[in-house]
């Protein structure tokens, strides 16, 4: 049987989704509670592979097992296998050649930055305190010219292996909820540190150090040293992984 899982986790303790030999990651976590549930060790395989620290509300994961067990009866064993800080909200059997990765035809990411002049103590682990006064409108524009298709060559990590630096972005926009400013960006794909690289450098526009036409201009310097800092992990959230 070929399960679909939807997992939650707080990556805040964990080197990110792939398997590391230093440390915790989300895939050794799952991975041990399937081969505890069936006897036997299977690969678990995902849409996106975060990185240390960021957090997911709807990350997409696939593995086969020999052993047939219905879906209610698999989501309730491995949340019990699984430690406080991952969930798994859904599972469902899908066709043996479904590819989490391959398959999806968009990912959405939304990152939270605690705009308050005091550090919070509930979303410290959640979000990035930037307590400067922003121009929220100016970083709206700025994050507006990002639709459509582009080279993101200058918002990629400089260890970023993809083939191509070309995305589309279906979504970029911001608004403000309790105290926090959420940068909510969907595209087909994404680079690694893209969307914290996005962040980072909007955050320079809305602080005024840069205008949204030099932001726009990135985009065709296609230059990661031109860009601004990455933000940081834990403002990130992986929301939501679409398919046909």
Request: proline letters at 4%.
């Amino acid at each position: 049987m070929h399960y679909k899982l939807t997992v939650q986790y707080d990556g805040s303790n964990f080197l990110g989704w792939q398997l590391q030999p230093q440390g915790p990651t989300i895939q050794g976590e799952l991975e041990s509670a399937v081969a505890r549930l069936f006897g036997a060790p299977a690969r678990v395989t995902a849409a996106g592979r975060t990185d240390a620290g960021v957090h997911a509300l709807g990350q997409v994961a696939c593995f086969h097992a020999a052993r047939e067990l219905a879906p209610q009866d698999v989501l309730r064993a491995l949340n019990a296998l699984t430690p406080p800080d991952i969930a798994i909200s859904d599972v469902a059997v899908v066709p043996d050649d479904f590819d989490p990765r391959r398959h999806a035809v968009s990912r959405q990411y939304r990152y939270h930055i605690w705009t308050q002049r005091w550090r919070s103590p509930f979303w410290h682990r959640f979000s990035w305190h930037v307590w400067a006064d922003l121009d929220v409108e100016a970083m709206r524009a700025a994050a507006a010219t990002l639709l459509g298709e582009h080279d993101f060559s200058s918002f990629q990590a400089a260890d970023c292996d993809a083939a191509h630096a070309v995305r589309r972005v279906l979504r970029s926009e911001l608004e403000i909820e309790d105290g926090q400013l959420l940068y909510t960006v969907e595209a087909t794909a994404f680079l690694r540190h893209m969307v914290r690289n996005l962040i980072g450098t909007l955050v320079e526009v809305g602080r005024g150090t840069r205008s949204v036409t030099e932001f726009r201009g990135l985009l065709e310097l296609r230059d990661r040293t031109c860009a601004g800092a990455t933000a940081p992990a834990q403002g990130l959230f992986l929301v939501a992984v679409t398919y046909d």
